[in-house]
């Protein structure tokens, strides 16, 4: 599929005014996207499970403008506060978006919401809260569609469901608004970007994950443990930007390759052990790709590296399978099977809420 696959034909029904919600959950990227070219684009291909309860709750309200006027009109409150502040990034997101849904200017929108989750506490606020508003944004558009107007020129998308095909440009439309948000469209393992092994894998939207996954890794625990609730010291738009010039840049982007080509036949027989050497290889890499940048970032924090270490305690001393994963900041995702809960929380418990600002984690796991 190309770009512009995604221009609607035309629009059948007009409509005055109305509202829609949606909600999307934040994933974990296992593979991780780290570098990005063009428009959006993915340097490398990742692998991400979609999270159950942390999730973004949004409302669009829309109103035909009585002026044609020819620029985006739109208010946003957060947690039922006007909030200006997020306004930039949606007037991006919209200008990067119009081609692909041309009624943008014709309405003045109210965007209202609010997260199951402590915004700016380490999870993808950004991932969760475009693909909400994408998906807003897809009910819209499929009030002002008929089937067939909907069906677009692109001969494989014509062969698919009109649930396939709306949340394939959902995802489309997320990605332009925040990257890894183009992931949080489906549930479960998703892939975003190409790779020569997973067919129908693409750079302009997440699919979900084709192949068998061993029940191991069936309701796969998350607990996010929050070292520090403020504001990534590093937007992700920079950390992606510095590897433009890394000298170690290439070589990142065939690890990714190579690490989910790996996880393809982890995934299928269960292996633990091995799952655990990918992801926290994965994790560890993105952030010395940060520490070896010019400039450099630490995004780790102190207690980070506690936590860290006591978890590879923790798995030398137990034969546990618990493992970790970093997002670009200082937060832990704690990572295990749903057979290790009581033993793994009780861990967390006792040895690294310690670590935790305000004792602060949350407890979430896959869909």
Request: charged share 25%; glycine share 4%.
């Amino acid at each position: 599929m190309e770009e512009k696959d995604f221009i609607p034909k035309k629009y059948t029904s007009r409509i005055e005014n109305g509202s829609v919600s949606a909600e999307a959950p934040s994933n974990i990227a296992l593979v991780k996207y780290w570098g990005k070219q063009g428009e959006q684009l993915p340097a490398n291909p990742s692998l991400s499970f979609t999270l159950t309860n942390c999730k973004t709750l949004t409302t669009l309200e829309f109103e035909r403008k009585t002026t044609s006027e020819n620029e985006f009109d739109f208010e946003v409150f957060f947690e039922n506060k006007r909030n200006p502040a997020f306004e930039p990034k949606i007037q991006q997101f919209f200008e990067r978006i119009f081609p692909y849904v041309p009624f943008l200017k014709d309405y003045k929108f109210t965007l209202k919401t609010e997260n199951t989750f402590p915004h700016s506490s380490g999870i993808a606020s950004s991932a969760s809260g475009m693909a909400a508003l994408a998906l807003c944004l897809m009910e819209i558009e499929k009030k002002m569609l008929s089937v067939d107007d909907a069906t677009s020129s692109c001969q494989t998308e014509r062969s698919r469901s009109p649930v396939e095909k709306f949340n394939r440009k959902a995802s489309f439309l997320a990605r332009l608004g925040s990257g890894s948000a183009c992931r949080s469209v489906y549930p479960g393992l998703v892939v975003w970007g190409k790779h020569s092994e997973i067919e129908n894998s693409s750079d302009l939207f997440g699919t979900k994950y084709p192949f068998e996954v061993h029940e191991n890794f069936s309701n796969y625990q998350d607990v996010i443990l929050l070292v520090d609730e403020g504001e990534k010291q590093v937007s992700s738009s920079v950390g992606h930007g510095l590897m433009q010039n890394h000298p170690f840049a290439a070589r990142r982007f065939l690890q990714a390759d190579e690490n989910l080509s790996k996880l393809v036949e982890i995934l299928r027989t269960g292996d633990l052990k091995s799952f655990i050497n990918i992801v926290e290889t994965e994790a560890l890499s993105l952030h010395a790709m940060m520490m070896t940048g010019n400039p450099a970032f630490m995004l780790m924090k102190p207690n980070t590296v506690e936590i860290i270490q006591k978890i590879w305690q923790f798995r030398k001393e137990m034969g546990s399978n618990t493992c970790f994963t970093l997002d670009a900041g200082a937060n832990v995702h704690v990572l295990f099977p749903a057979a290790e809960k009581e033993i793994v929380m009780k861990f967390i418990k006792n040895e690294l809420a310690q670590f935790c600002q305000n004792g602060h984690y949350i407890c979430d796991c896959s869909e």
